[in-house]
Each structure stands twice: as structure tokens, then as C-alpha cells.
């Protein structure tokens, strides 16, 4: 998504019309629309399950002091599962329209 947003960092941005078409009810373009906004309204203030911060504490047995070697494994897993297939799609279909416009050049 932050290729479609502003930044100073970057000379020019993707333009979703053109690259999804201007149809905002249809296909792709109705995905990638419902992806920015739930960006920008959750992602960006740490809200949703893609970037939920959650502190962890790990506690020792009584008469032990829990050191960074003591953890094995830590996994933690997002409940969003539903978008992350609309994303690929977002993806995909962005990857495909900007190499069709580098192999034109």
C-alpha cells in the first residue's frame, strides 16, 4: 500500500486507477480499496490483528532467574487470516501491471 500513498521518499506513486482500473465496485480494485482503508485506519494506529503489539513476559520457575537462552521458540500469530489471501491478490496484480510497463520501455 505505500507505493499508492505519498512520501517524501519517493519521486512518484502507483496510481490505483490506473493500475486497478477506475471501477471501485469490481475485482481488484474493490479489494485493494477495502486493504488501504483498513491500513489506514488500523495498521497505521496499531489496531488490528496485522500489527497488534503485545507484550510478553517470561517467568521463570520459583528460584530461577529467567534468562534470553531460556526461550526455546516464541510464535505469535495474527487472526486476521482473511484479508492475507486478497492481499496476495492486491499484490500480484500490482507486480503484473508494473512489469508490463517495464518490459514496454
Known amino acids: 500500500m505505500k507505493c499508492f500513498q505519498h512520501s517524501e521518499s519517493r519521486s512518484s506513486k502507483l496510481d490505483a486507477a490506473t493500475v486497478f482500473g477506475c471501477d471501485t465496485t469490481q475485482g481488484v480494485r474493490a479489494t485493494f480499496d477495502l486493504l488501504k482503508q483498513l491500513r489506514t485506519k488500523h495498521v497505521l494506529h496499531d489496531e488490528n490483528d496485522w500489527m497488534q503489539a503485545i507484550p510478553v513476559a517470561i517467568v521463570g520457575r520459583p528460584g530461577h532467574d529467567p534468562?534470553?537462552?531460556d526461550i526455546d521458540c516464541l510464535v505469535m500469530e495474527g487472526t486476521d487470516t482473511a484479508h492475507i489471501g486478497q492481499l496476495g491478490t492486491v499484490v500480484d496484480a500490482a507486480l503484473s501491471w508494473i512489469t508490463q510497463r517495464?518490459?514496454?520501455r
Open 67 to 69: 534468562v534470553v537462552s
Open 102 to 104: 517495464l518490459i514496454r
